[in-house]
């Protein structure tokens, strides 16, 4: 479900693990990209079958999207959980 997350007809910029320092904190994201049609996409990388449904993945993950949401204003940013089997799992 997230292949598109490492092709280049879909994407114009990625990287792994990148740093961001936001509100006092160092972050490291799995991955971030920016689609060529427009907006961010943090992505995280999960073993666990459904990380939706723990409250510390979330809200780790929903920080994420706020650090590159503020380094990035007015751009659209989302976010989702990429698990081990797969699964592209949005995130609100």
Known sequence: E???AWDAQAVDWAGNEVEMHHAGELLRLDRLV???EGGWWVLDYKSAT?????EEL????????RAVAA?????????AF???QGRL???D
Do not use: C, S
């Open 2 to 4: 997230g292949a598109w």
């Open 34 to 36: 920016r689609r060529r």
């Open 50 to 54: 459904r990380p939706e449904q723990d």
């Open 58 to 65: 979330l809200a780790q993950l929903r920080r994420y999207r």
């Open 71 to 79: 380094a990035h204003p007015g751009e659209a940013v989302q976010a």
């Open 82 to 84: 990429l698990t081990g």
């Open 89 to 91: 799992v949005p995130v």
